[in-house]
């Protein structure tokens, strides 16, 4: 068998996967601040109407527009590499595949929806984006894709990463965009944040806010705002990564994967490659769908399902989602793209409905499973992705003890070449384990206490 199992371009997926279509109880809907849905229209100021009817959108498949297919197209479709000398150093009798999405300019898998969100912007004559950044990762990959298509870009990254993090910055430049650190003294939100703590290492929501309000202030009403995950738009276009990882098993003669497995900070990686092998278990195949966070932002394993805001201040609708309340300050791990204190809504519904099995691990076994993966297969690994790394390898072990030839896949979301701090600190033995205590939690989510309460619905079938 190839170890690369490649797809030619005219063989990449020409429509994305909508799992709307096919939830068994359907998502409960966002809420305004009076708790009544969020009508289509209330989002108009902030997203263009191509996003916002793929937002709500119940159709199964929605077709990729051929403009965007063809800028895809600069690194897709992206290969399936077969873990060979991964599984010769574990001795395991798994198939161990990976998706490998950290070969896209940026690096990871995020600019699958920035292509797109740019391209239906600009087609409806917006003429500037504004978004957040915690990392990085998904400011790059903005900057990038408005580049491309020719619009203005304005990044609001957490203060914490634009002090530690400046190549992610200079790619942005690079691109042409504008980064600035927030909290800021640019949009109102930064500033009220500032006057409390004025050397506040910044948050993600906080950040949200700041670019929320950035585009919706603009006095010419051209500039909109763009998410990087949690949205159903953008799990939406990320599941071009699941659907060419169908085709890729296909062609080495694999009907259906055993498990399938890739880290959640807002959801969006995992629901990439997951969403398209959610729909084959809701049709009855067996596959065990494995979501993985950090023990130290455990939203998924520790979270309630509960109505939350998305952002720190309350820029955005209420979500019906697996979070760790608004105001969460996560501590300062390295995997700065799993630090969110919410999950998308679409993932947090195919938990509830038990489609999905998440599972949180510490960072230092992680970065374990992220070096013993560098030193097989040879990629380093982002710090998001080592955390899907390190289930793959608890899973290998497992199918090793019970002596089974589970076909095993993960998605490499990205690579961890702009973000080595991590493992500087860990070979430093430096990196120590943190799990958040349950008093902590329990004190966070009384920000939440007031909120309409979202309703558990699940079929009992899985
Ligand atoms: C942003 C990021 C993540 C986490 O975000 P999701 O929306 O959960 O995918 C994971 N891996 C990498 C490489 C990232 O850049």
């Known amino acids: 068998m190839d170890s690369r199992i490649i797809l030619t371009e005219s ?22 601040p009076d708790g009544k849905p969020v009508s289509p229209d209330m989002l108009t100021p ?13 159709k199964r498949w ?37 998706k490998n999405e950290s070969l896209s300019p940026a690096g990871s898998h995020k600019p699958n929806t920035a292509v797109a969100q740019a391209w239906y912007n600009k087609k409806e004559g917006v003429k500037r984006m504004t978004t957040e950044t915690g990392a990085g990762q998904w400011g790059s990959a903005l900057a990038f894709a408005c580049s491309l298509v020719g619009l203005e870009c304005k990044v609001f990254m957490v203060r914490i990463s634009f002090d530690q993090k400046p190549f992610r910055k200079m790619m942005m430049q690079a691109w042409g965009a504008q980064c600035v650190a927030s909290p800021s003294t640019e949009t ?21 806010s700041e670019a929320v309000e950035a585009a919706v202030t603009d006095p010419s009403k051209s500039t909109k705002y763009g998410l990087g995950s949690v949205l159903n738009h953008v799990m939406l276009h990320q599941t071009i990564i699941g659907l060419e990882t169908k085709k890729q098993l296909e062609k080495v003669g694999i009907k259906k994967p055993d498990v399938i497995i890739a880290c959640t900070g807002g959801g969006s990686n995992f629901a990439g490659l997951a969403f398209p092998f959610v729909h084959d278990k ?42 760790l309340g608004h105001n969460f300050v996560p501590p300062p791990i390295h995997a700065g793209g799993l630090r969110y204190h919410g999950m998308a809504p679409l993932v947090s519904q195919t938990v509830v409905e038990g ?27 982002a710090p998001e992705t080592s955390h899907a790394v390190a289930a793959v390898i608890q899973e290998a072990k497992k199918a090793k003890e019970e002596g089974k030839e589970k076909v095993i896949v993960f998605n490499l979301s990205g690579h961890g070449l702009m973000d080595l701090k991590g ?18 939690i329990k004190k966070n989510l009384e920000a939440i206490k007031g909120f309409p309460k ?7 079938k899985w």
């Open 188 to 208: 109102k939100a930064g500033r009220d944040v500032l006057a409390n703590s004025p050397d506040g290492p910044g948050s993600l929501g906080i950040a949200i």
């Open 46 to 58: 902030i997203f263009p109407m191509g996003l916002i009817e793929q937002e709500v959108s119940s």
């Open 11 to 32: 063989e990449m997926p020409k429509q994305w996967y909508n799992l709307a279509a096919d939830l068994p109880n359907p998502l409960l809907p966002p809420l305004g």
């Open 282 to 323: 809701i049709n009855g195949a067996q596959i065990e769908i494995i979501p993985v966070e950090p023990t130290s932002c455990p939203s998924l394993t520790k979270g309630p399902f509960a109505y939350d805001l998305g952002d720190f201040s309350g820029m955005t609708p209420l979500l019906a989602m697996h979070t």
């Open 423 to 440: 493992y500087e600190a860990f070979f430093a033995g430096k990196l120590v384990d943190y799990a958040m205590p349950e008093a902590d």
């Open 62 to 98: 929605i077709d990729i527009p051929e403009e965007i297919q063809s800028i895809l197209h600069t690194w897709r479709p992206s290969p399936l590499h077969r873990a060979f000398a991964l599984e010769k150093a574990l001795g395991t009798p798994a198939k161990i595949f990976y």
């Open 454 to 460: 979202a309703e558990i619905r699940k079929t009992g």
């Open 355 to 381: 489609l999905c099995t998440p599972r949180a691990i510490h960072q230092v076994e992680c970065y374990d499973a992220a070096v013993k993966f560098a030193r097989t297969e040879g990629i380093i690994v």
